[in-house]
Structures are given as structure tokens and as C-alpha cells.
């Protein structure tokens, strides 16, 4: 078997050390030799992702980080946020098989459960999760979201603050669990640092978004599958040029 390359798409503009944070989401899956990730952070994006607002402009910074996947030699693509931004675009334009981590953690509670519940770090965060359980037709498959409204450090993630902050997800992940969850997905790849303590202390399945997407790549290729183009059809008229347009535009304008 061929050495494969994924590319993983950053929703934020990260330095070497932030990116380097969220590559240590590979140290907690076993992934084959034959197997090799890099991770590309948009060039500018919204700051939280708590807002239709943010989403708009969340699905152009991901698609414009994704659109060159194919020719720069990636095999597939692996979205680093549960928003699933910028999925159902890059499917459109790419033939190599792009995963969506929001829609992968919900249907692998769904494998091993009958219903599940959302972990996740902040209170504004819940409308992502609305938006995408309605998009995917799950909605009454979840007991419920909560979280015990810490506001997310993007760049550091919960390191530093694991005294304070894993107890109190432990606290709402065991009210989700007493509310009929019989699985749970964390709401954010930023909180993967807590996925260990988590998984250990939970009578339920922890499901870890970004290295579940990680996986599900290695199998999709290595089963020779990607994206129906009956569900994703290529537009008619490709407008590339103009989304990197865009985003270049977008990012001269936030360095000044």
C-alpha cells in the first residue's frame, strides 16, 4: 500500500505552537505506518464560531484552506471543527474524500449506542451543534448539549487549566449521562486534551472528534471510497480564483 498524506484544515490562523497543539490529537489514536497528516490553518476566519455570522464566513476561510488539497498531493482532507465548515463545499470541487468530524462523532455514538448526549466547553457554543443535528436529520437522537461555560482559549486549549476545567466537564458529562445519554461526543477538537480523563471517569463511550476523522480517513482509503457525486455535484461554473481572492483580500485587511 501506497504512503498516504491527509490534510487537516485549521479554522483559525495558528503559529507553529498552536498548530503543534492541535497535532497532538494523533498521540491518542493508533493509525498505520502508511499514514501521514499535516495541518493548514485558514488564513483568517471568524474568532469563536458561535454565530450564523461566524459560520458564513467559518464555510469560505475552510474552503479557500482545502480547495489546493488535491493538487498539492493529499489523498483526503479532515476538517478540525465540529461546525463541519466548508465540508459540503470542498466535496463539490474535490474528487479525494473530504470527513466531517461533527457528522462522523454523531453517527459513532449512534454504532454504539441509541442515544447521545454533546459535551462541550461554552454555552455559545450550542447553537453548532443545533445547526448541524437538524442539517443531519439526529436531532432526536440527542438527549441533550451542555456544558459547563468556560470560555475557549483557541490557541492554548485547555492546557494549564486541566484542575479546573476537567472536573467540571466530568460533573456535566455525568448529567448528560443521568439525562439518558448513552454515549457522548466532546463539542469541540479543542477539548481533546480532556478525552482521556474523561473516557476513564464516564460509564458511557467519550467519542474524540479529530481522531475519529484521522481514522475514518485511513479506513475510507483504504477502502478506495470517497464523496458520492450524486450528493455532491461540481458546480457549472468554478469560481476558485475568486475565493482565494477572497481570503487573501480578507487577510491584508486584518493584518492592518
Known amino acids: 500500500m501506497s504512503r498516504k498524506k491527509v490534510l487537516v484544515l485549521v479554522p483559525v490562523p495558528l503559529d507553529e505552537d498552536g498548530l503543534a497543539k492541535r497535532r497532538a490529537q494523533q498521540d491518542s489514536v493508533d493509525l498505520g505506518p502508511d499514514i501521514e497528516f499535516d495541518y493548514r490553518p485558514v488564513k483568517t476566519g471568524p474568532a469563536f464560531y458561535d454565530s450564523y455570522h461566524d459560520f458564513a464566513l467559518a464555510d469560505v476561510a475552510m474552503f479557500e484552506a482545502g480547495l489546493t488539497a488535491e493538487q498539492d498531493g493529499y489523498h483526503a482532507v479532515c476538517i478540525d471543527t465540529m461546525s463541519d465548515s466548508g465540508v459540503n463545499p470542498l466535496r463539490a470541487v474535490l474528487d479525494i474524500p473530504v470527513i466531517a468530524p461533527a457528522k462522523a462523532s454523531y453517527l459513532m455514538c449512534l454504532l454504539l449506542a441509541s442515544r447521545f448526549g454533546v459535551l462541550t466547553q461554552w454555552d455559545r457554543w450550542e447553537i453548532i451543534y443545533r445547526k448541524t443535528l437538524q442539517e443531519y436529520g439526529l436531532a432526536d437522537k ?85 464523496q458520492s457525486r450524486k450528493a455532491y455535484q461540481p458546480p457549472s461554473v468554478f469560481k476558485l480564483e475568486l475565493t482565494h481572492a477572497m481570503m487573501a483580500g480578507g487577510a491584508a485587511f486584518e493584518a492592518e
Request: hydrophobic share 40%; with cysteine.
Open 142 to 226: 440527542c438527549v441533550g448539549i451542555a456544558s459547563p461555560n468556560i470560555p475557549p482559549d483557541p490557541a492554548n486549549l485547555l492546557g494549564g487549566k486541566e484542575e479546573e476545567v476537567f472536573p467540571k466537564l466530568l460533573a456535566v458529562g455525568e448529567q448528560l449521562v443521568a439525562s439518558g445519554a448513552e454515549a457522548l461526543c466532546l463539542g469541540s477538537t479543542t477539548m481533546h486534551e480532556a478525552h482521556g480523563f474523561l473516557a476513564e471517569n464516564l460509564p458511557v463511550p467519550v467519542i474524540n472528534p479529530g481522531p475519529l476523522t484521522y481514522k475514518l480517513a485511513e479506513t475510507v482509503l483504504g477502502l478506495g471510497l470517497t
